[in-house]
């Protein structure tokens, strides 16, 4: 399985400390933003790990990660030319994953739980698996509907979430990643959607679901920016 860090977008939430700054490369504790999913991946056995980012991401993710080595992990860096959306970043690292199974997380999703067992977790169910977290403020995010084990619905950002289970950045693929994503169309943004890719699956009775158990930060904004770092001090 290969781990993908999906770091592009220009940071315009939390200017203006994203001014000149890659905002995955913010500090959250002792260690830059994207350094924190880089650990979980590491440490669910998934060292071999993509970076997608703008070509001047790259340029500043590349000077500080280096290769990866002082992490435990081999990290290779891809350009999404345009920031044209989640999953237009991840489909420049198809040619990477090649048909391989694969762990997406968003490089500002700051948790303490571990991956082991939802990487294993995939690998029997296959599929997708999307991370589920419950919040006080579900209308920020994608929001899944769920009934046992099935994922019913997921709602991008609705006025009246269905439930207070948000999608967390951290998605499973399996085989088939590049077939589902083959008819993505642009949303109203005029970008591709991450959560068109779950939906996907979902029509096609493959999408499940686990909770990401412990805390978790999307950091994205100047308030969930501080709350991470209060959260996870050095």
Not at 58 to 65: G, M, R
Not at 158 to 181: C, I, Q
């Amino acid at each position: 399985m290969l781990g993908v860090i999906l770091a592009g977008g220009q940071g315009q939430r939390l200017r203006p400390l994203t001014l000149g700054v890659n905002k995955h490369l913010l500090p959250v504790g002792d260690r830059p933003m994207v350094a924190h999913p880089l650990g979980r991946l590491v440490e669910a056995g998934l060292d071999e790990v993509v970076v997608v980012s703008s070509a001047e991401g790259v340029a500043a993710l590349a000077a500080a990660l280096g290769s990866g080595h002082r992490y435990g992990a081999r990290v290779s860096f891809v350009v999404q030319d345009e920031p044209l959306g989640v999953a237009d970043a991840l489909g420049a690292a198809l040619p990477w994953i090649a048909g391989r199974a694969v762990c997406v997380i968003l490089g500002d999703n700051v948790f303490d739980s571990s991956l082991r067992e939802h990487a294993l977790a995939h690998q029997r169910v296959g599929g997708a698996l999307v991370l589920l977290h419950e919040v006080q403020d579900p209308e920020r995010y994608g929001v899944a509907r769920i009934e046992g084990e099935r994922v019913l619905e997921i709602s991008e950002k609705p006025a009246r979430p269905p439930s207070n289970l948000a999608v967390t950045g951290v998605y499973f693929y399996d085989h088939s990643l590049a077939e589902r994503m083959a008819g993505l169309e642009p949303s109203a943004r005029g970008e591709l959607e991450i959560t068109d890719v779950n939906l996907a699956y979902l029509r096609a009775g493959l999408l499940h679901h686990r909770r990401l158990e412990g805390r978790w930060v999307d950091a994205g904004t100047l308030d969930a920016y501080r709350r991470a770092n209060q959260t996870f001090p050095a």
